[in-house]
């Protein structure tokens, strides 16, 4: 099994930019690999009237103060955006991060900051998944210099052209979620990688449905990346660990979700959680780190890296 890498999404709710900006810079200077953030307009943990930064420009004040370390929304809500503007966001964050960018996106789900911003949400799921497959398609053409002339069920374009072309000469799309009939069959068409969450056997039905959309559209699965999510806390004892994550949900005002795989304790016991998903191909773990940011958790994922070498 090849080494974990480790992303650190960073919660833009409930916090300030100099929290937000020493996390991602000391989340660098602690060897992560990348740093993420969200792409909502009202908070979606608690409350929704709390406080919450915009994701595209929060990744390109990033870019400025890191060298390293990747940089994405995890994911970005194709109804914000045509995928016109969407394509120039990347190239731009790409340029300006000189080659570290990753375009992130999904079907969006929170209709609450669509209706307070009067953007369209869709009549269904299977609306926006269909809006999501069609977008994911012209962005991969935008980015890789095509000339795109486009008159789809949602999408409308003449002679668009992305340039400057981004840094990277294959600018990678990340997909969130797990949908089987439609999000994970636009992964199998058009993502270099795939993000989800959950616990090992609800991962491995959905790897297989992707898997079998795979198959269907005649790609190799091994060539998207697999990354999966889980919120994590690392202290000396679950304890304390209990009491940090605790701290960071009355923080958010909200409550633990019942589903929701959770990374609490020494680093062996995070590391002997996420083994078994390298075990199924995933080579990347995305941290949700909840504000206030734990600067320990950050500091120590070095411990737990190197006992998954």
Known sequence: MPSMRFGAQLWPQSTDWPSMRDAAVGAEAAGWDSV???????????????PIFEGWTALAALASLTSRVGLGLMVGANTFRDPGLTAKLATTLDHVSDGRAVLGIGGAWFEREHEAFGIAFGATTGERLDWLDESVGLLRRLLDGELV???????????????PRPIQDHLP????????????RTVARHADAWNTAGDLETVRRNLEILGGHCDDVGRDIADIELTV????????TVAEAR??????LAHNGMAEQGNTVVLLGPPDLAADTIRPYGALGFSTVIARLAAPFDRETIDRIGE????LD
């Open 36 to 50: 993420w953030t969200w792409d909502h307009l009202l908070a979606i943990q608690g409350p929704w009237q709390q």
């Open 149 to 163: 002339t486009h008159e789809g069920p949602h999408y409308r374009m003449v002679d668009a052209l992305c340039e």
């Open 173 to 184: 799309i990340l997909v969130g979620g797990s949908g089987p009939k439609k999000t994970l």
């Open 229 to 236: 999510s889980y919120p994590l806390v690392i202290r000396d």
């Open 243 to 248: 009491a940090v994550r605790a701290a960071q």
């Open 304 to 307: 737990v890296a190197a006992l």
